[in-house]
C-alpha cells in the first residue's frame, strides 16, 4: 500500500471516474482504479494506467462527450 505523497497518509484503492488534466485539457476517465488519500483527498493514478491513458490519449482512443461544468466566476 502506498502513502501519500502531500501528507504521508495511507491510500485507499478505488474505483470510479477522476480528472485528468494533460496539456491543458481536460479529461474524464471513468471505471478507473486508483489510490485515493482519505485525509487530502489526493488522487494518484498507478504508473502503469497513467502510461496507458496517455498512450490512448496520444492514439486519441477517446469518445468526446460535453459536460455541464459548474463555473464560478470571481471577476
Ligand atoms: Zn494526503
Not at 21 to 40: A, P, Q, S, T
Amino acid at each position: 500500500m502506498n502513502t501519500c505523497a502531500a501528507c504521508q497518509n495511507r491510500m485507499e484503492k478505488k474505483k470510479g471516474s477522476i480528472d485528468l488534466r494533460i496539456r491543458g485539457r481536460l479529461f474524464l476517465v471513468k471505471n478507473v482504479e486508483y489510490e485515493e488519500c482519505r485525509l487530502c483527498g489526493e488522487k494518484v493514478l498507478s504508473p502503469e494506467m497513467a502510461r496507458n491513458l496517455y498512450q490512448r490519449i496520444q492514439k486519441r482512443q477517446y469518445t468526446e462527450e460535453s459536460l455541464t461544468v459548474p463555473v464560478l466566476d470571481c471577476a
